[in-house]
């Protein structure tokens, strides 16, 4: 009997650890939950804060990097009247179509090619200048499709974004010899583009003089080189303008004797993905100012470099970006699919009939790459636009890891143009 009742007190000990052990366990994971649960509301609560903050940053940042109303206003004693009248430029980087845009864009079914809806988000915000200018760094001519030429609806979806008249003078420019440039040249101009920048057999074509609201604008425009220079021919290189100081002189004292009011040049230069400007490129633009040219827009580095506005030698504003990166492209380098739509206003004076650098701002895109087999794979967005949204708690279809990238580029961009 005294053994049974050992059995029965060792049994109700082992009852009782066993019980004592599973209320610990339990507490402990209570703690543990309570633990992870306020851990993790911390956590939102600090990105709520965070994003209230971000909020906050986005409505106060402004987009504008030059006003005249301090400077050349009142430096020539007068003051924005009915008498005067604003004319509205806008540039777009490099268009390139990569051939992920072009396998994005093709329809196996119908066998054709729609760029259109990379374009639908930020058309809005370039259809409302005077004209709008670019690069479009692509061939248009026959052969296989690739990231040096594409089908010419790529250039009908640029053409539906806004964009109106292209220099064609850029590295690729020769990819596909005179030819190329030649059916390149056409195709623009069947579109109903204004296309510059060859010089192509006995046309010279590296200046266009354009009216914009009685005013004459004189475009030029030109390139450091082109892609295999070495291996070209003479004629060849002569068909594309390729930037000399003597070239640069003679465009300039051609577009004045044409009567020009304005001469804004459209320059192919700087170092890739680089976000410094390159000593060729400063020589370049003191060179140019001096000369008489009032804008210059520089592309071809797929990243935007510095901006800035200086006196020429009648002390007038000249206003210089370096780079404006690309328009669209599906670059690789995260840093090329930050852009921006630059918007420069002109004010001609009714008192003096001279033309005036007024203002200078931009819209920040973004090319949005949504993934292989997404409907709509790249889109052109307005970062800024769509980030507000997403800390206004409307995610704007984008996810979080999109909206931090944003962020990320929209902070580059601006610690960049202040520079």
């Known amino acids: 009997m005294a053994r049974n009742r050992r059995n029965v007190r060792r049994r109700k000990i082992t009852e ?36 209230a903050q971000q909020k906050e940053e986005l409505e106060r940042q ?65 259809e409302r200048a005077d004209v709008i200018i670019g690069t479009m760094e692509t061939n248009f001519t026959s052969g296989e499709y690739n990231s040096e030429n594409a089908p010419k609806e790529f250039a009908e979806a640029v053409k539906g974004s806004g964009v109106g008249l292209v220099s064609i003078c850029h590295n690729h420019s020769l990819d596909y010899g005179i030819q190329g440039l030649k059916d390149t040249k056409k195709v623009l101009q069947d579109l109903g583009y204004d296309v510059y920048g060859d010089k192509i057999g006995k046309e010279d074509n590296t200046i266009l003089i354009k009216e914009i609201k009685d005013s004459k604008f004189a475009f030029l425009t030109y390139t450091y ?6 291996s070209k021919t003479s004629e060849e290189l002569k068909s594309i303008n390729i930037y000399s100081e003597e ?25 890739a993905i680089s976000f410094t400007v390159n000593q060729e490129q400063k020589d370049i633009a003191d060179y140019l100012v001096d000369n008489g040219v009032d804008v210059i827009i520089g592309a071809h580095p797929s990243v935007v470099q510095p901006m800035e506005v200086r006196k020429n030698k009648e002390g007038k504003n000249v206003f210089i970006a370096y780079s404006i990166g690309t328009y669209i ?13 630059l ?13 005036y650098l007024n203002k200078v701002d931009y819209t920040p ?53 202040k520079k």
């Not at 649960?37 to 600090?46: D, L, P, T």
């Not at 918007?343 to 033309?355: F, H, P, Q, V, Y």
């Open 16 to 51: 009782y650890l066993t019980m004592k052990t599973f209320l610990i366990i339990v507490s402990i994971l209570i703690v543990i939950i309570f633990v992870c649960v306020g851990i993790n509301e911390y956590r939102v609560q600090q990105d709520r804060n965070l994003l």
């Open 62 to 126: 402004s987009q504008e990097i030059f006003s005249a109303i301090d400077s050349n206003i009142d430096e020539v004693n007068q003051s924005i009247s009915e008498a005067d009248s604003i004319i509205r430029i806008s540039a777009v980087g490099d268009a390139l179509c990569g051939d992920a845009m072009i396998e994005d864009a093709y329809d196996p079914v119908w066998k054709t090619y729609n760029f259109t809806q990379m374009f639908d988000k930020v058309t809005g915000y370039i």
């Open 225 to 230: 080189g082109v892609n295999a220079q070495a």
């Open 247 to 271: 070239q640069a002189k003679k465009d300039i004292a051609y577009a004045k004797k044409k009567g020009a009011d304005y001469i804004c040049v459209l320059i192919h230069w700087g170092d």
């Open 329 to 341: 492209s599906n670059l690789s380098d995260e840093d090329s699919r930050t852009e921006l739509v």
């Open 343 to 355: 918007n420069i206003e002109l004010r001609k004076s009714g008192k003096d009939g001279e033309i």
């Open 365 to 417: 895109i973004y090319v949005l790459d949504n993934g292989e087999g997404a409907q709509n794979r790249y889109e052109l967005i307005d970062m800024k636009s769509v980030a507000s949204d997403y800390t206004s708690g409307n995610q704007a279809g984008i996810t979080r890891e999109t909206y931090d990238k944003l962020i990320r580029a929209i902070k580059m961009l601006d610690t960049t143009l």
